[in-house]
């Protein structure tokens, strides 16, 4: 069994080579190693291990994709099952719906679809074309990502493709460090349903939106396609690799950054600020209250 200063050591190596931002990766480093060399992580076990470290990470770093998870699932070690934690998502989503919580029709005419992970656009297009056939007569829509808490920006472009005519919207640009190339996402030429147009869209967040829930709120609201309706985000902004460095804990590494084409910038640190800033416990109130005047 590894000690804590050899996964310590793993997770620092793992951010060294893939952190989008390379002279922060060193920053890091050093920060840990002097909190190590304390001996500010003696006696821990793993659980307490990985809060200790991901609070330290944080405080050096204010990155909050940076972290270090204890998982009660055992993990693989052996590098031909390094895939940037992938396929763990893919089952967790299959598990979840792809990630719909739940899709309604309310009072007036409104539809409702609450969304809890943002799946890909290849292995979700049929769950989120499903919701969005249900939806697709309704005379307004209201997204609740307020228990969004990540997913793919491969879906996020194709959630945010139903509320555009074509093929033509430029979304968001994202820098891959590894590679040291940008990816352009844009709005989908084809979908499984069709298109939601010219009708009104509110988005609900609170503050554990987070991620790929926070890539469809902030693209929506940048383009000015959709209110935002709750609470200021988490306001993680970077696409991220898992990596295992000991069965049971997995070092997180912000690998890449978006950048909007209506703000230049993204939702990193700071979070997408609501247009309509309530409780998120009063957000779907709210929403209704502001497509339905007279209710």
Not at 134 to 146: G, I, K, P
Request: one cysteine or more; hydrophobic letters at 40%; glycine letters at 10%.
């Amino acid at each position: 069994m590894p000690t804590n200063e050899e996964i310590i050591e793993r997770a620092l190596h793992r951010i060294d080579a893939g952190y989008v931002f390379p002279d922060k990766a060193q920053v890091i480093a050093a920060g840990i190693r002097s909190r190590l060399a304390a001996g500010a992580y003696e006696g821990l076990d793993g659980p307490a291990l990985c809060e200790a470290v991901t609070a330290h990470l944080q405080e050096v770093c204010p990155d909050k994709h940076l972290r270090l998870l204890w998982t009660d699932e055992p993990q693989s070690l052996d590098p031909v099952d390094e895939d940037g934690g992938q396929a763990a998502f893919s089952a967790l989503l299959r598990t979840e719906n792809q990630g719909i919580r739940r899709v309604e029709r309310l009072e007036g005419n409104i539809g409702y679809i609450e969304i809890r992970l943002i799946a890909g656009a290849i292995e979700g297009a049929s769950a989120i074309g499903a919701a969005m056939q249900l939806v697709a007569h309704s005379s307004a829509l209201v997204l609740d990502l307020r228990g969004c808490r990540g997913g793919q920006p491969e879906g996020a472009a194709m959630w945010c493709s139903y509320f555009f005519p074509d093929d033509q919207v430029h979304l968001n640009d994202i820098y891959d460090r590894a590679s040291d190339s940008t990816r352009q996402y844009w709005t989908i030429a084809h979908l499984p349903a069709p298109r939601y147009l010219d009708r009104p869209v509110h988005i609900l967040t609170s503050g554990d939106t987070f991620s790929g829930g926070e890539d469809v709120a902030y693209t929506l609201q940048a383009q000015g396609r959709a209110v935002v309706v709750g609470e200021t985000t988490r306001g993680g902004a970077h696409p991220t690799a898992r990596h295992a460095v000991d069965e049971h804990m997995l070092v997180t590494v912000p690998t890449a950054r978006t950048i909007n084409t209506v703000t230049g910038g993204n939702w990193e640190g700071v979070g997408v600020v609501p247009d309509i800033a309530v409780p998120a416990q009063q957000a779907l109130e709210t929403a209704l209250k502001a497509v339905q005047p007279g209710v």
